[in-house]
């Protein structure tokens, strides 16, 4: 026998589409993250990344199974969402619970911890309301004044000058020097006195709940 014609037909078969799928699950995940915090971020908000939710992926194909196709085109749409708090209304919060454990006529807070605080969500009552558990470490140290302080020593003893300097709240040690060496009192004036801190390393824990707002990208 001799003439004819062949044809060779390619069609799509599901296993060309799953395939397509798995090849592209969590691909942009970490991309996205980065979009969001920045977008959140953006908005004015502190973003809370253990409300990340990802949707299942919407896919759509060019051609379906079946189909008679050398050529298929697959995408995979997916949502990204995290909820969002304002960081001012975070800093409150900590600022109430640090309030009562110290004197806040001398001290205050030199460091809220928001920046570097962990969340826990404890409840999700809605895609766009969560109940949030906030761990920070907030430091507290003394209200310091140098030129209060200058005007409080000048003219003192070296010894004295310590002491006073030392009964203030949240002052662990003190060092006082004198120039040129044969100097032994504080000197009178308060201009010529130059006073220098070093931030404290005691620090205290808080923990507190609020509620967050959605944000989507």
């Not at 826990?120 to 949030?132: N, Y």
């Amino acid at each position: 026998m001799s003439g004819g014609t062949s044809n060779v037909v390619v069609v799509v078969q599901q296993s060309d589409i799953d395939g397509a799928k798995t090849s592209m699950k969590g691909k942009q995940d970490d991309a996205a993250k980065t979009d969001l915090r920045t977008q959140v971020d953006k908005d004015g908000y502190f973003p809370l990344m253990d409300t990340l939710v990802i949707s299942d992926p919407v896919i759509k194909q060019t051609a379906a199974v079946g189909d008679e196709a050398t050529d298929v085109t697959v995408t995979a749409e997916t949502t990204y969402s995290v909820l969002g708090v304002k960081q001012s209304d975070l800093s409150t919060l900590v600022k109430s619970s640090v309030d009562g454990q110290i004197d806040k006529s001398k001290q205050v807070i030199l460091d809220d911890g928001v920046v570097a605080a962990s969340f826990t969500v404890v409840t999700r009552k809605s895609p766009q309301i969560a109940d949030m558990s906030m761990q920070a470490v907030a430091t507290a140290g003394p209200q310091l004044d140098g030129k209060a302080i200058a005007n409080d020593i000048k003219g003192m003893k070296k010894g004295d000058a310590q002491k006073l300097i030392l009964a203030r709240p949240g002052i662990k040690d003190v060092t006082i020097s004198y120039s040129p060496f044969w100097v032994l009192s504080t000197p009178k004036a308060a201009k010529k006195i130059t006073v220098t801190f070093e931030k404290p390393e005691k620090k205290t824990s808080t923990q507190s709940s609020n509620n967050a707002t959605s944000a989507n990208p």
